[in-house]
């Protein structure tokens, strides 16, 4: 069986970098090889390409060349998913109960529960669902094949390997390919590695070990695109088996957890536990004490739905949705709603350079003389060069052409007309123009490598002073382009030859004795937000970590400019020999990375949320898709290639750091209004089943009808759908926010039992001051009345760890539904709908006994709330 055979059949790793382990990857084979063992192993011919017949056997083999995409979830689906909710599931199989014993009042009263629930959260996804999980093909094009002899036109989809292809300027590489042969080709991988600079490449077989495929000159991958030059290329991998289809089989896999599902899923099982025990205890206490086991188990259903916080999943959806809109202002598009509380959860951001803390742009930004001093003319004699140039376009000649000083320049070109053109290739590494002035005179200005510029000029020019290139004067040299070098710079020389006029065609052979007059520095220069941007993530709680498929000294210069700190910088390579246990202890104590692979990103992403971290990705290129993906919040771009913006949560509509830390204050805010209901609604609803057990024990009846449950927690949920718009303490916005359930759970443990403690008082009061021993009717109902104040008005305490109403007020939408809610609880027992729900009308003097009631109550709790805030150094 020969190579690619075995290739084929040989299973992926999903831990490697690129599917495959690093001694076993083909890339690495077939670029060693020669272009005739290449094609030997490929059974094709580099003049003649495949058969109609071999290319149709090839492509039911190994399948059509695309990309694996995700299905977008139908509405279907989607209703579905939210009656998965323990909570919601539990609601409905009480609601069926409640049908099938003939009790209709519990019926339409736990229904209802189920549309607030349910059908809002449902009605809010699919308003804001653009999460439609699907990656796009990355091209709709053609590729120029040979087929049979002749060069054809096949879409991208039918290429198999073993076709040879052409490529030249503006191509999208359509495989993965190995060239053959090349013209002065670069490659934008840009999307790929993060480089802002094409890449050079060749066809020669590599000799040199290479630690990643990127590395890999004489390969191109899928989803990068030709910049400038051509090339003849025989297709090596498709579809799914390229470099980018691994990344994209990633992509399509269930997305691990966030830290927002795991907290909610735990505070929800926390509460079915509480269920589970209290229910029944209720049941068997009332079943035995007044042997009427059918009354008994609808009231432990009843008992059921009260301590359930059935608005948790409406509560979150409409926080998150209103979240959502307040984003999109903010040009924020957010796809994925849970992602808005991640941000406030967030503690670690890792991000790209290219793109998110750089423009993503090569500019000009030095022109010095061999003095390391600024210098006009070598700026004149570089725009003449690249105005000049008809060559193809590159990132360089645009950054001269587009460099702030220019203006000034471009009179001088009306002094020049041109004469002839030495093009650039990979060989010389340079490109010269020849020029003549309006005295007639020719002159050749020739940009460059510094080496080879160097090795070519016999002068110097400094300050418009020609003196001979001596030793010392190349010392100069080398110090100036060896700290520019350091600083992440992109150097070039330039140097000119004044000719005389005596003809009009020049060569190669022209370029020598010339004089050099200096160096060009072009950088992808920082943000101007981005230092700034960072500072606020600082302040805020978040550290920040810089993932990039750049080097090693171009990342250390940004990293100065931007205000992150860069003395220990761990590379790619390095990653590569690690465990997977190192990998988390360095991810934790290293904040910059560099020349790392794309899945290498999310290796780092995943160590950090293995260690209990919120972690942010922000990137915009294919090779931030899978740490975009493993994240907590994955953070992109209007303007990052498709996978990349399918693979986030977060799409920012403008390159703005700034609205990063928008974000991060929206997600806190989010996640105190939903803390603030479970607190709220857990620590009343388990206070109030300490009463229901309690009472049950040692009344002769009922402490509450069933329907008078579930009518108190029916009003009770009302109440609180205005939460989303409640304000937050500046103080609760400074740092990270996440789940703690241990605290949540110590919470509802300290406030519930002072919410029945007030419980028991109404007992004794309705039981000895109104003597309803025997009127169970004025008992229930004076309890009800107490119940529904004393947990709906508490939230104007537990909302804040200030003073209420003195240094922190709720908003109005909440003062108005709390308040109107309990109007409603004190109105009933004289409604037309008393009778029904059992209520009888209460005494005067047990209003006066109730304010004074909940008057101490709310000092209580603000005294026991201030007591566990500084025991457990809660801000």
Not at 130 to 155: C, D, E, G, S, Y
Not at 671 to 683: D, H, P, R
Request: net charge positive.
């Amino acid at each position: 069986m020969n190579f690619y055979k075995r290739f084929h059949k040989r299973e992926k790793k999903p831990s490697d970098p690129a599917c495959y382990s690093a001694a076993d990857r083909p890339f690495f084979t077939f670029a060693k090889k020669s272009s005739h063992e290449v094609m030997k192993i490929l059974k094709s011919s580099a003049s003649s390409g495949l058969s109609i017949a071999q290319s149709h056997t090839r492509l039911l083999k190994y399948g059509r060349n695309e990309i694996v995409r995700e299905k977008r979830r139908s509405w279907v689906v989607l209703l579905l998913k939210n009656f998965k909710d323990p909570l919601s599931a539990l609601l409905v199989a009480l609601a069926l109960i409640s049908y099938l014993t003939h009790d209709m009042k519990a019926t339409i009263m736990i229904g209802i529960m189920v549309v607030l629930s349910v059908f809002l959260r449902f009605y809010q996804e699919i308003k804001a669902d653009f999460a439609a999980q699907k990656l796009k093909a990355m091209v709709r094009t053609v590729a120029h094949v040979v087929r049979k002899n002749k060069i054809k036109k096949i879409p991208f989809e039918r290429l198999v390997p073993g076709d040879i292809i052409h490529l030249s300027a503006g191509d999208m590489i359509p495989a993965d390919v190995r060239l053959l042969e090349t013209n002065g080709l670069y490659i934008n991988e840009a999307t790929l590695t993060g480089e802002a600079l094409p890449a050079e490449k060749h066809s020669q077989p590599i000799a040199t070990e290479a630690k990643t495929p990127l590395e890999l000159n004489n390969i191109c991958f899928l989803g990068t695109n030709v910049a400038s030059g051509s090339a003849k290329a025989i297709v090596i991998l498709t579809g799914s088996r390229t470099y980018l289809g691994c990344l994209a089989e990633s992509l399509v896999k269930p997305e691990p957890p966030t830290t927002f599902d795991l907290g909610v899923k735990k505070f929800t099982w926390l509460i079915m536990g509480l269920i589970l025990v209290m229910s029944p205890a209720v049941f068997l206490i009332n079943g035995f004490a007044h042997h009427q086991w059918l009354e008994a188990f609808l009231f432990a259903m009843a008992v059921a739905v009260g301590l359930a916080p059935e608005m948790l999943p409406m509560i979150v959806a409409v926080n998150l949705s209103k979240g959502a809109l307040v984003m999109s202002k903010k040009k924020v598009i957010v796809k994925h709603l849970d992602s808005i509380q991640n941000f406030g959860a967030m503690d670690i951001l890792c991000m790209d350079k290219t793109g998110t803390l750089t423009e993503g742009k090569v500019v000009l930004e030095k022109y010095l003389n061999i003095k390391g001093e600024e210098e006009p003319a070598v700026l004149e004699y570089a725009f003449l060069n690249s105005f000049f140039q008809t060559g193809l376009e590159n990132l360089l000649d645009a950054a001269v052409l587009k460099h702030k000083d220019v203006g000034v320049k471009l009179k001088i070109k009306s002094d020049w007309k041109k004469i002839d053109e030495i093009p650039f290739d990979f060989i010389r590494r340079r490109m010269s123009v020849v020029m003549e002035n309006k005295e007639g005179d020719h002159l050749l200005i020739c940009k460059g490598a510094v080496e080879e510029i160097i090795s070519l000029s016999s002068h110097v020019d400094i300050n418009h002073h020609t003196e001979a290139f001596h030793a010392d004067t190349y010392e100069k040299h080398l110090g100036i382009e060896d700290k520019m070098n350091d600083g992440g710079f992109r150097v070039v020389g330039v140097a000119y030859k004044k000719i005389p006029n005596t003809k009009t065609r020049y060569s190669i052979a022209d370029e020598t004795g010339m004089t050099l007059v200096g160096f060009l520095a072009f950088l992808d220069p920082p943000k101007e937000t981005a230092k700034v941007s960072l500072n606020e993530l600082r302040d805020s709680g978040i550290t920040v970590k810089l993932l990039t498929g750049d080097n090693e000294l171009v990342t250390r210069k940004i990293c100065l400019d931007v205000g992150l700190e860069a003395t220990d910088i761990v590379l790619g390579s390095e990653i590569e020999e690690m465990s997977e246990e190192e990998i988390k202890k360095i991810a934790i104590k290293i904040n910059i990375f560099a020349k790392l692979t794309p899945m290498q990103k999310e290796q780092i992403v995943s160590a950090l949320r293995s260690a209990n971290h919120t972690v942010g990705f922000m990137g915009d290129g294919i090779n931030d898709a899978p740490a975009l993906r493993g994240a907590d919040v994955g953070i992109s771009v209007d303007t990052a290639v498709d996978i990349a913006k399918e693979s986030s949560d977060i799409i920012l509509l403008e390159k703005d750091l700034s609205v990063l830390y928008e974000g991060v204050r929206e997600g806190r805010r989010i996640f105190g209004n939903i803390t603030k209901y479970i607190q709220m609604s857990a620590s009343s609803n388990f206070g109030n089943m300490f009463s229901v057990v309690g009472g049950s024990i040692f009344l002769p009846f009922l402490p509450m009808l069933p329907i008078q449950i579930l009518v108190n927690n029916l009003l009770y949920d009302l109440s609180q759908t205005t939460i989303p718009t409640d304000k937050v303490d500046e103080e609760y916005l400074k740092k990270p926010r996440q789940w703690r359930i241990d605290h949540i759970r110590r919470f509802i443990m300290f406030i519930g039992p002072v919410s029945s403690l007030f419980d028991y008082a109404t007992f004794f009061v309705m039981l000895f001051v109104f003597n309803t021993w025997l009127h169970p009717s004025l008992f229930q109902t004076g309890w009800f009345v107490e119940s529904l104040l004393s947990q709906t008005l508490i939230i104007h305490v537990i909302r804040t760890n200030k003073i209420p109403f003195i240094q922190s007020r709720a908003s109005w939408p909440l003062i108005v539904s709390t308040v109107g809610i309990s109007a409603i609880g004190v109105a009933l027992p004289y409604s037309p709908f008393a009778s029904s729900l059992g209520f009888s009308p209460l005494p005067l003097w047990y209003w006066p006994i109730l304010i004074a009631m909940l008057f101490i109550y709310f000092f209580l709790t603000q005294m026991v709330k201030r007591w566990f805030a500084k025991k457990y150094r809660i801000e």
